[in-house]
């Protein structure tokens, strides 16, 4: 049985007053031939963006006891970040509902971080829209909060710091990462990168900045890994 919005909307905690709010958090801007009252999710995403980073700096700026400015960056930015944010909307099947244009689907988009985590911030930004700051803080720090604890434990190191480690306790060389392309505008731009070791590619990723890009093949990196252990196991 298909995923719906009104379970959706309950799993969340909130039923949207105004429909086409939530309608647009979930149309990525490939869907076409929508009518022009049925805008797709790059503004809400801008909106949320700003919402988020807000939610997630009071909550640490008020932490006790008091933490430092760069403890406070450093948590915000692991927390935040594309995988995290995309990570987020996989925990409440977003992916499910979203509206793609069919190059995206035909190219697994429900499951690129880069769509994920653009619409997550859309959907804090209707969540503000339709209900108000608070309960949009209350919403991202319910989705965040595991994160920025395990950040803030110092439990939670990047990506390709766990790839350099885990490749070396397999006696494989070290990860190069190479920027395959850059897409969209100057703006906002959409990096892909590549990760090997050894000469064979381990993972792709997809981000706003080569970082970001780097960071996510690294994951899937990570991941491709732990299936072939298990495999092996």
């Not at 064979?200 to 299936?227: C, F, H, I, V």
Request: glycine content about 10%; overall charge negative; proline content about 4%.
């Amino acid at each position: 049985m298909a995923y719906t919005k009104e379970q959706f909307e309950a799993d969340i905690g909130h039923r949207f007053l105004d429909r086409q709010l939530l309608r647009s958090a979930l149309t990525h801007s490939s869907y076409a031939g929508r009518p022009e009252d049925w805008p797709h999710n790059e503004r809400l995403e801008y909106l949320g963006d700003a919402v988020v980073e807000l939610a997630v700096s009071d909550w640490l700026y008020n932490h006790i006891p008091p933490l430092p400015e760069g403890q406070m960056t450093q948590a915000r930015a692991q927390s935040v970040c594309e995988a995290a944010l995309a990570g987020c909307a996989r925990q409440i099947k977003l992916g499910e509902l979203l509206y793609l244009g069919r190059g995206e689907e035909l190219t697994h988009g429900r499951e690129k971080n880069s769509i994920l985590s653009d619409a997550f911030e859309a959907l804090v930004g209707a969540l503000y829209q339709d209900a108000g700051f608070d309960f949009a803080k209350d919403f991202v720090l319910r989705a965040v909060g595991p994160l920025l604890i395990t950040a803030l434990n110092g439990e939670n190191q990047d990506c390709k710091t766990q790839l350099q480690e885990r490749l070396k306790q397999l006696q494989r060389g070290d990860p190069e990462y190479v920027i395959l392309s850059s897409e969209g505008p100057s703006h906002r731009p959409v990096f892909t990168a590549a990760v090997e070791a050894d000469g064979q590619r381990l993972g792709l990723g997809q981000g706003g900045s080569k970082k970001e890009a780097e960071q996510a093949a690294a994951a899937q990196a990570l991941e491709k890994l732990a299936e072939l252990t298990e495999t092996k196991g």
